[in-house]
């Protein structure tokens, strides 16, 4: 027999990640399958990419093949496995099934066909098999995890059963207070489904946050940017600043520059330790001036220069 290349088949190398083998296979289902197919070879091909992904998906099959792979070269005919190769990798006392998918090559019964276990054979396509774990993303809000709620999420399963199609299902899904963007959340038996009564594999969700018009995150920290008058920023007077759970009122130090940022200690994501909150001031000016509103400034003008002048001529004396 022919040694099979399951990399080539799938469009992928030995280092591909199992997304990037999941993402290739449904590509390739898609435009081979015999039912809407127009090339010549639609049926063969679609039958050798079911077969490669049944090994590249499994993390046994695939050290295995992958074993097998150092010591064998693609193409070459004759191929024959190294005597008992399969004892290298018994655990316990199961087996390599091949999880019922249809007929598959010489190639691939004579290196999965039979089961690990010395003088055991498994009608194929009735041994249990634990489904597969799967992930996805949610989006939550930001004031999500600050109480922690449980919310409604309607996610697209992909679902292969002789051609790839998209089925919605609607969880209720418990946002636990704290939770930060990036971390997970694991929903047992909600992955794909289990072969021959086998239990199905659990969900992970990763959690991140939808864009919110005020601040920024920023790990458990967050920051927004507070516009201030420029007499607010030269007088240090008392504002309003919104966090995510209230308007606080904060003093300005006298005389503040635009971008200073001041900290809120603990006002940040809620967390074993609390993050901080940062306001960022922005000094922003009047579109437009009145003529007393001009003439204050000029006069504003007219006292800097002076106290300028005063303060340069108190340094050459005191030097």
């Known amino acids: ?69 150092s010591n064998w070269k693609a193409g070459q005919s004759g191929f024959t496995p190294p005597p008992r190769w399969q004892e290298q990798y018994q655990q316990g006392n199961g ?109 992970y969700l990763e959690v991140g946050f939808n864009p919110h018009p005020l601040y920024v995150i920023e790990g458990v920290d967050i920051t927004t940017e507070l516009t201030i008058t420029p007499w607010q920023a030269a007088l240090g007077e008392k504002v309003k600043v919104p966090t995510p759970t209230g308007t606080i009122d904060l003093t300005l130090p006298k005389l503040v520059s635009s971008g200073a940022k001041m900290r809120l200690k603990g006002r940040g994501l809620p967390s074993k330790i609390p993050g901080d909150f940062f306001v960022k001031l922005k000094i922003a000016f009047p579109k437009s001036l009145s003529p007393e509103a001009e003439t204050l400034y000029q006069s504003l003008k007219g006292l800097a220069t002076s106290h300028d002048k005063t303060e340069n001529a108190k340094q050459k004396i005191d030097s």
């Open 95 to 203: 087996s390599f099934n091949t999880d019922g998918q249809g007929d598959f090559s010489d190639f691939f019964e004579s290196l999965f066909g039979g089961g690990f276990n010395a003088g055991q054979h498994s009608p194929r396509g009735h041994q249990p098999k634990q489904g597969q774990n799967s992930h996805a993303k949610i989006l939550i809000d930001l004031s999500d995890t600050y109480t922690g709620v449980t919310r409604s999420f309607t996610l697209q399963d992909q679902i292969v059963n002789g051609q790839v199609q998209s089925k919605a299902r609607t969880l209720k899904i418990k946002i636990p207070k704290g939770i930060k963007p990036g971390q997970k959340i694991r929903l047992q038996k909600q992955g794909d489904a289990g072969f021959s009564d086998a239990k199905n594999g659990d969900l």
């Open 1 to 69: 027999m022919d040694y099979k290349d399951y990399y080539k088949i799938m469009g992928v190398d030995k280092t591909s990640t199992q997304d990037k083998i999941k993402t290739s296979y449904r590509k390739l289902a898609r435009k081979f399958h015999p039912d809407v197919s127009k090339e010549k070879d639609a049926e063969t091909r679609f039958k050798d990419i079911n077969e490669a992904y049944d090994v590249l998906r499994d993390k046994e099959k695939r050290a295995a093949y992958d074993q097998l792979g």
